[in-house]
């Protein structure tokens, strides 16, 4: 009887950008990476390619797809893009610093960081975005059994990921850390025993 192996799912977190050097709201806008985003994209991408991983997928935005690029060019893999890796839309709240957003919507902000709903501004509902997310993630490992994939997205995609995934309730994954720029948290998936987090914010 053939073994059943489990998944890997590495999720990466893009490399720093100036926006976030500079706390501004980035969401879905396409903010690039800053050299020191690219520093650590090349680091992490050399740890990261000693896992032998067989597919790469990322969001399509460019500070992502970027980081990306690193791990592709030292596996020689093709990497695929999925939109729904992207980051939570903040609405009226992007490209604004965070001051600014404190300024103007204070009940707002307050309860984005309670992990609260948020009913104004044109923010990304928690529900729809896990949704997405888990979506896309399951659609991955039903490509890629058994297998290795890394998969590079945003700080706010592997938190609400991780707790789509594992089915926490609300404002559990508040609990654990921020996912630093160019770390990675890791979940297994059995075609038994299911999902389980395996390891959460490594990096370099």
């Known amino acids: ?38 520093a650590q994209a090349r680091a992490a991408a050399a740890r990261l390619a000693r896992r032998e991983p067989d597919a790469i ?21 093709t990497p695929s893009y999925d939109v729904r890796l992207r980051e939570r839309s903040f609405g009226e709240w992007e490209t604004l610093l965070a001051t600014e957003v404190q300024e103007r919507w204070p009940n707002g ?29 399951v659609e991955i490992v039903a490509r890629h059994p058994g297998e290795t994939v890394v998969v590079t997205t945003h700080g706010g ?14 404002g559990v994954v508040y609990s654990i850390s921020p996912v630093t720029n160019c770390h990675w948290s890791e979940l297994h998936h059995h075609p038994v025993r299911g999902w389980r987090l395996h390891s959460h914010n490594v990096g370099v």
Not at 60 to 74: F, G, H, M
Not at 157 to 170: C, F, K, M, N, Q
């Open 157 to 170: 995609v592997v938190r609400h990921g991780i707790e789509a995934l594992l089915d926490w309730p609300s």
């Open 1 to 38: 009887m053939t073994r059943k192996r489990s998944t890997r799912l590495i999720l990466w977190r893009h490399g720093q950008t100036a926006w976030n050097a500079e706390h501004r709201i980035q969401g879905q806008h396409d903010a690039k990476l800053d050299d020191t985003g690219r």
């Open 57 to 77: 997928v990322s969001s399509d935005l460019s500070r992502a797809a970027d980081t990306a690029a690193e791990l592709v060019a030292l596996t020689g893999l």
């Open 109 to 137: 902000w307050d309860r984005w960081h309670r992990g609260e709903p948020i009913d104004d501004a044109g923010v990304e509902r928690i529900e729809d975005m896990g949704k997405r997310i888990s979506e896309a993630l």
